[in-house]
């Protein structure tokens, strides 16, 4: 996509040519610069949702909560001192 952009103002030279020294090609091409470059990085987020998530936090922020639940019940039957 980059170099297809590149090379789009050589492109449009000739269609251009009836402004005032090719001046239009320059925010028509710059249009379709942010015009094709946000539809791709829209193709990438819907490609792979998640990863602007911060999903290894989360996990392991659930594990060590589960873990530490757990570690709980341990202490709770040997303050009791019945084992099961």
């Not at 297809?4 to 320059?26: C, D, K, Q, R």
């Not at 996990?59 to 709980?72: D, F, L, P, R, Y």
Request: proline residues 6%; contains cysteine; hydrophobic residues 50%.
């Amino acid at each position: 996509l980059t170099a297809w952009l590149v090379f789009l103002p050589f492109a449009l030279y000739e269609p251009f040519g009836s402004t005032y020294n090719h001046f239009g090609m320059i925010p028509c091409a710059a249009v379709l610069s942010i015009f094709l470059f946000g539809i791709e990085e829209l193709a990438i987020q819907l490609e792979e949702p998640f990863s602007i998530l911060p999903l290894l936090l989360y996990t392991n922020t659930i594990g060590n909560n589960a873990v530490e639940i757990i570690s709980w019940h341990f202490i709770e039957e040997d303050t009791t001192g019945t084992h099961r």
